[in-house]
């Protein structure tokens, strides 16, 4: 089941935010934010859209957006107008296609709520690139090792 996230989802998207930075670890540090707190920091703000994945009544996943300004701009920017994705599913529940349905959703929300592309960053050799691919992403810039992607969500 996917479900849409509210206030209280909050603890759990920080610790999705904490399974993507580290997503080469086998295991994730129980303290500390990772340098992208950004991506969940005063959570609620116009244009934060989020959306958790339920499995035998556990969150597994969570996939959101949020708007950021060109003077603070997130890894994955393209304009103020694009939102920035994130997307994290719990390593015993990766490959099993959880990740396509959050995605598969999270877009849909995004193209209902009138945006015509979103954008993300993902590392070059992180495995979900060909996820994003598969859904429509294209390298727009790299930087650092990292893809900056955009897929076009008009016309579809």
Request: hydrophobic share 40%; glycine share 8%; net charge positive.
């Given at each position: 089941m996917i479900r849409p996230a509210g206030p209280?989802?909050?603890?759990?998207?920080?610790?999705?935010?904490?399974?993507?930075?580290y997503w080469r670890a086998t295991t994730v540090?129980?303290?500390?934010?990772?340098?992208?707190?950004?991506?969940v920091e005063r959570w609620g703000r116009p244009g934060d859209t989020?959306?958790?994945?339920?499995?035998?009544?556990?969150?597994?996943?969570?996939?959101?957006?949020?708007?950021?300004?060109?003077?603070?701009?997130g890894y994955g920017f393209i304009d103020e107008e694009t939102p920035?994705?994130?997307?994290?599913v719990v390593p015993s529940?990766?490959?099993?296609?959880l990740g396509s349905e959050l995605l598969d959703a999270l877009m849909a929300k995004a193209r209902a709520e009138g945006y015509s592309a979103i954008s993300l960053s993902v590392e070059k050799d992180n495995p979900a690139v060909s996820l994003y691919e598969?859904?429509?992403?294209?390298?727009?810039?790299?930087d650092d090792g990292a893809y900056t992607m955009r897929a076009e969500l008009t016309g579809q």
């Open positions: 209280r989802d909050v603890h759990f998207l920080k610790d999705m935010l904490r399974h993507a930075y540090p129980e303290s500390g934010e990772p340098p992208v707190q950004r991506y989020a959306l958790v994945a339920i499995v035998d009544f556990q969150p597994v996943g969570a996939a959101w957006y949020r708007l950021f300004k060109a003077d603070n701009p920035e994705l994130s997307i994290a529940k990766r490959g099993t296609g598969r859904h429509g992403f294209e390298p727009v810039r790299e």
